[in-house]
């Protein structure tokens, strides 16, 4: 091993931390109202598509907040 010259592994490895930090929390934010979207504008009833707009996006934000819970650490 190598101790006087850092690698490109070693360089790099921060910057992918930090996009996938900003993947993972983008995904966590955006995801359940661009999932909900999709689903009311694929339904044909107005009742129905008022309401899974209004039901849809918290239970998605709820499941994927729960899926992803172990490697996002909540803020201080």
């Not at 010259?5 to 921060?14: E, F, G, I, S, V």
């Not at 900003?22 to 309401?51: D, E, H, M, N, Q």
């Not at 849809?56 to 729960?66: A, Q, T």
């Amino acid at each position: 091993m190598r101790h006087g010259k850092p690698t490109l592994r070693n360089q790099a490895a921060p910057a992918l931390i930090k996009a996938g930090k900003f993947i993972l929390i983008s995904a966590i934010t955006y995801g359940p109202a661009g999932l909900s979207g999709w689903a009311v504008k694929s339904v044909a009833r107005k009742p129905l598509k008022i309401l899974l707009a209004w039901a849809l996006e918290p239970l998605i934000r709820r499941v994927m907040r729960g899926a992803v819970s172990k490697w996002v650490k909540p803020a201080r």
